[in-house]
T-cell receptor
C-alpha cells in the first residue's frame, strides 16, 4: 500500500512562472491537506479538500494560490507568478475521513525553489 | 501569533536515557494533540496522539502527557535510541479527534548520542 505520493520532489521556477505541485493520497483516502514549511519554521496549514470540494482554505494566500482535488487524479496545488518568498517545502497529507481519531499521513514533500 | 510553541529548538540525550520534549499551546479550543517525527528531506511521520479527555497515552517507548489546565503537553521517549534522532513536531487540532487543519509548533531537534 503506497503512501502519500508527491511530485515533483524538487521544483525550480524563475520568478513569474507557475508552479504545479501534485499529491496522490493513500489508497482509500478521500481527504487531502496541504501544508507549507518555510525555513526554520513549523508546518503551516494551507487548505483542506475532499474530492471536488474545498472544505477549508483559511490558510491559503488570497492571491496566486489555488488548490483542487478532482474526482479523478491527484490533488494539485497551483502557484501562479511565483516570487522568492514562495520558496518552501510543501507537504500534502491525506486521511480516510475527517472523523474522530483520524491520523493524517504525510508525503515526502515538494521543495520549491524560486530563483 | 504562534499558538503552539516548542521552546526548545534542540535537545541532546544519551542513548538509553529518557528524552522529554515539551510543547505549550495558547488556544483553549484545541481538542486533539499529535506528535510527529521528521527526518531531513522526508515528510512528518505520525508518532502518537492524545485527546483532550485524557491526560496520558502510551505506545511502546512513547508516552504523551497532557495537562489541560497548564496548556502543556510533553512527549517522553524511553529508552532513547540513536534512531530517534530527528525533529519532533507537536501539533494540535480544534476538531475533536480529527486530523483536520493541524497547527504545528516549530519543532525540537533531538540528538541521541552513544
Amino acid at each position: 500500500n503506497a503512501g502519500v505520493m508527491q511530485n515533483p520532489r524538487h521544483l525550480v521556477r524563475r520568478r513569474g512562472q507557475e508552479a504545479r505541485l501534485r499529491c496522490s493520497p493513500m489508497k482509500g483516502h478521500s481527504h487531502v491537506y496541504w501544508y507549507r514549511q518555510l525555513p526554520e519554521e513549523g508546518l503551516k496549514f494551507m487548505v483542506y479538500l475532499q474530492k471536488e470540494n474545498i472544505i477549508d482554505e483559511s490558510g491559503m494566500p488570497k492571491e496566486r494560490f489555488s488548490a483542487e482535488f478532482p474526482k479523478e487524479g491527484p490533488s494539485i496545488l497551483r502557484i501562479q507568478q511565483v516570487v522568492r518568498g514562495d520558496s518552501a517545502a510543501y507537504f500534502c497529507a491525506s486521511s480516510p475521513n475527517g472523523g474522530a481519531n483520524t491520523e493524517a499521513f504525510f508525503g515526502q514533500g515538494t521543495r520549491l525553489t524560486v530563483v | 501569533d504562534q499558538q503552539v510553541k516548542q521552546n526548545s529548538p534542540s535537545l541532546s540525550v544519551q542513548e538509553g536515557r529518557i528524552s522529554i520534549l515539551n510543547c505549550d499551546y495558547t488556544n483553549s479550543m484545541f481538542d486533539y494533540f499529535l506528535w510527529y517525527k521528521k527526518y531531513p528531506a522526508e515528510g512528518p511521520t505520525f508518532l502518537i496522539s492524545i485527546s483532550s479527555i485524557k491526560d496520558k497515552n502510551e505506545d511502546g517507548r512513547f508516552t504523551v502527557f497532557l495537562n489541560k489546565s497548564a496548556k502543556h503537553l510533553s512527549l517522553h521517549i524511553v529508552p532513547s535510541q540513536p534512531g530517534d534522532s530527528a525533529v519532533y513536531f507537536c501539533a494540535a487540532s480544534e476538531w475533536a479527534g480529527t486530523a483536520s487543519k493541524l497547527t504545528f509548533g516549530t519543532g525540537t531537534r533531538l540528538q541521541v548520542t552513544l
